[in-house]
């Protein structure tokens, strides 16, 4: 099976996402369907030489590492047709891909939806700013459009620190350096150490992982540098609960440095919608007074009462976002309470 020619059809269809499991037919995801490539079913063998057709894209890889961890993470572009992030894994004792098309070109933040008040957040000097969200929500997106927006707007240093790279910044204003885990850097830690003696005004860290990356996060923020980074959260209260239940021990002090270098939280989800279409949206807690004080003092439950008395200083809660796109005829009442942090709430509302 020629691998190219299908990444060629994949960008043609406008699929996200590409799967090569043994058993089943090659498949695209196009909007929220799965898509027959092939009518036959791939064999072991035929998964097996595709990966190592995907290894031969990425020189920098290497497929032994694969071989021994039985997974592996990398991305790769192709000249004239585009950008993909690969995951490898291993199941039913065969090999398998799944990978993400990602554009050459940066996306428009117009196109996506993203609120002016997120993009606004690119002014900010110092602290941290998380966008939280499942996988494949669009959190990486929205990260991009505040670099980009950053680099056209300030003179500074800012340096990503991802796994895998997945959109490609030009100089433009500011200098941008994009290193690779495990290609460019051995780890987040390593990197995001490494940072800090590099000039950077901003730092964007892809994911944070582990109490140790976290922390020297946070004490990054203290120090002057403006931190973005990534949680598999959705909520503003539920990304505040899980930082600080990484610490056991010392969730005090957490609490305190949080509550003085926490900026903003962006929780986004991309909803279905009436005509199959996948709408983005976000909640916004912009931090106040009244939030640093509620983080500090464990009061983190009052924080939804704050960001609703809020709202015309541009804070949005999820469920509000929502209840918006139902009230527009955009969404079902079904889809509203699945997707809603509230479901209960959200029945009596659409009812």
Known sequence: MEVVEILKKAIDQNASDIFFVAGSPCMFKVGQQLVKVTQEKMMPNDTKDIVQQLYGFAPYCSYENFVANGEDDFSFS??????????VYRQRNSEAAVLRVVNFDLPNPEDLNIPESVLNLSDRRKGIIL?????GSGKSTTLACLIDRMNETRSCHIITIEDPIEFLHSHKKSIVSQREVYHDTASYLNALKSALREAPEVILLGEMRDEETVSTALSAAETGHLILST??????VNTIDRIID?????QDQVRSQLSMILEAIIS????????????PVFEIMLVNPAIRSQIRENKIHQIENTMISNRQNGMVMMDDAIYDL???????????????????????RVQ
């Open 246 to 250: 990484m610490f056991q021990g010392h």
């Open 231 to 236: 949680l598999h959260t959705v909520g503003a």
């Open 268 to 279: 986004e989800q991309l909803i279905p919608g009436k005509d199959g279409e996948l709408i």
């Open 78 to 87: 192709l000249s004239q047709i585009g950008r993909f992030r690969v995951n």
């Open 326 to 348: 139902y009230q527009q005829g955009k969404i079902t009442k079904d889809i509203a309470v699945q997707y809603s942090l509230h479901p209960d709430r959200m029945k009596t």
């Open 131 to 135: 966008v939280s969200g499942p996988a």
